[in-house]
């Protein structure tokens, strides 16, 4: 399986570092995008790094290098997940306005009619962020929040971020070691 992974400046950069650890020991080829505004809440946020990040990728794109491989449709993937997307990158992709290689990927992964999951880590949602939302779906995205569960009884902020993690490569049908699902000792 090959994945592109976006970044982009919302807070919660230690979701993408858990998706990216998630899909190295699941042995997942990932094209990593970081956009400059992710970089800027690296800094401000003082988690995860980009070090930290590009480690865990197969590939490592600029986010300004619009002829890349994966800006072309003719580049297979199985698809494109964006963690954390930001209110901006959620419009871009709601508008089909790419100006980076973040959005342009994006494109071609609706375009291509692959599965792209857009994990926004924002709130409250303002209207132009609700209609972006449904701009995006009525697109072929699929829209998720960072919001973990507490039915598996999270100790740790990791715990959280495994849940997130889990859920969003689920829409992969990849499946985490470790996630416990909604009853599932009961079956």
């Not at 992974?5 to 995008?33: C, F, K, N, Q, W």
Request: aromatic share 6%; glycine share 10%.
């Amino acid at each position: 399986m090959r994945l592109v992974v976006g970044v982009s400046g919302g807070s919660g950069i230690p979701y993408a570092l858990s998706v990216l650890r998630a899909l190295r020991d699941l042995e997942v080829e990932t094209h990593l995008i970081v956009t400059s505004g992710a970089k800027r809440v690296m800094t401000a946020e003082g988690g995860p790094q980009l070090a930290d990040l590009t480690a865990l990728a197969h590939v490592t794109h600029d986010d300004r290098d619009l002829a890349a491989s994966i800006a072309s449709g003719s580049f297979r993937t199985d698809g494109m997940l964006v963690v954390p997307c930001s209110a901006g990158t959620l419009a871009k992709v709601a508008g089909g306005f790419a100006d980076n290689l973040l959005a342009r990927a994006a494109h071609v992964t609706l375009k291509e009619r692959r599965r792209l999951v857009l994990v926004l880590r924002e709130d409250p949602l303002s209207r132009p962020m609700l209609q972006n939302m449904l701009s995006a779906f009525d697109a072929g995205a699929t829209v998720m929040t960072a919001s973990p569960g507490f039915y598996h009884a999270p100790d740790t902020v990791g715990e959280l971020l495994h849940f997130v993690t889990a859920r969003v490569l689920d829409q992969f049908g990849l499946d985490v070691p470790g996630f416990r699902r909604w009853k599932e000792a009961e079956a």
